[in-house]
């Protein structure tokens, strides 16, 4: 029951991520104003850091087979680490549902920034797709580098997988997920608005969303805390340094800094064209 639930959230993923990608692509690139172009895509970026998920996604797939087993074996709790041991639970069904429906709560909440213009919507759609890319690839690498039972094999009743998935407990892939949404939309949304009075808000309410969902996964057996801590620090990464990579200066920034003035490649990716243009 287990196994075939995680297919269906893992397919369920994959597909939130392709219809992020599909949405970004098919945008127009309309005409953009100077002062509230804060972010910009350019070929050679993207290229790179789709490059550069993509190998980090691949790369646990070039290991070496760990030896297969048919169940979790029962672990012996006593030689938990105290920080580790307080978290450790056993299997609730209930609490792992609720946890999935936080995970992609969280990674919905990005859509807050549709608030913006529309000329944004492209540059934020690209940036958001490429933040999951690479947090699901970074959580999938942890995986794959550090194989750790889960807390529910501490206990009797483990639920079956033939996947192995009581392996794969750190780092926590729903916490990472979940705060690279909180991360993304926190970033992003104090760019855009950083003297709005809703800038607050909208960050402490992703990040409490973020923050229940690593709850939900201690309380239903499925990580530990260091578990959480890692997917948090994971996800915030990837959330964060993404939106980093694609920030450029308003003109007034590049005035008073005395910076030479760039030019800024625009993909029309909707109709293949691309224009250039002088920001003066």
Same mark, same amino acid.
């Given at each position: 029951? %287990?196994?075939?639930? %995680? ?43 789709? /490059? ?12 070496? %087979? ?12 006593? =030689? ?58 970074? %959580? ?17 009743? /483990? ?30 949304? /104090? ?27 201690? /309380? ?33 920034? =590049? ?26």
């Amino acid at each position: 029951m %287990k196994s075939t639930c %995680k297919s269906l959230r893992q397919r369920g993923l994959f597909l939130f991520i392709l219809g992020f990608y599909f949405i970004a692509i098919i945008q127009p690139v309309l005409a953009k104003e100077e002062e509230s172009l804060l972010f910009d895509i350019s070929l050679k970026k993207e290229s790179l850091i789709i /490059a550069s998920s993509l190998a980090i996604t691949v790369f646990p797939l070039l290991l070496p %087979k760990a030896s297969y087993e048919t169940e979790a074996p029962l672990q012996d709790i006593s =030689r938990l680490p105290f920080f580790d041991a307080w978290s450790a639970n056993p299997y609730s069904k209930n609490f792992d549902l609720a946890g999935d429906f936080f995970q992609y709560t969280s990674l919905l909440l990005p859509a807050v920034l549709l608030c913006t213009e529309k000329t944004n919507w492209l540059s934020i759609g690209v940036m958001y797709a490429e933040s999951i890319f690479l947090s699901y690839g970074l %959580k999938n690498l942890g995986k794959a580098l550090f194989p750790r039972y889960r807390p529910y094999t501490y206990f009797e009743g /483990a639920p079956f997988s033939d996947d192995m998935d009581f392996k794969k407990s750190f780092p926590s892939g729903h916490t990472t997920m979940a705060f690279t949404g909180a991360s993304f939309l926190s970033s992003v949304f /104090a760019r855009y608005y950083p003297e709005s009075q809703w800038k607050w808000p909208v960050i402490l309410g992703s990040f409490s969303f973020a923050t229940t969902t690593a709850a939900l996964r201690i /309380a239903s057996g499925n990580h530990f805390f260091t578990d959480l801590l890692s997917g948090a620090l994971l996800g915030s990464f990837s959330g964060f340094i993404i939106p980093y990579l694609h920030r450029v200066e308003t003109k007034i920034n =590049r005035k008073n800094n005395g910076a030479e003035k760039p030019v800024l490649v625009q993909l029309n990716i909707s109709s293949f064209s691309s224009s250039i243009r002088f920001l003066f």
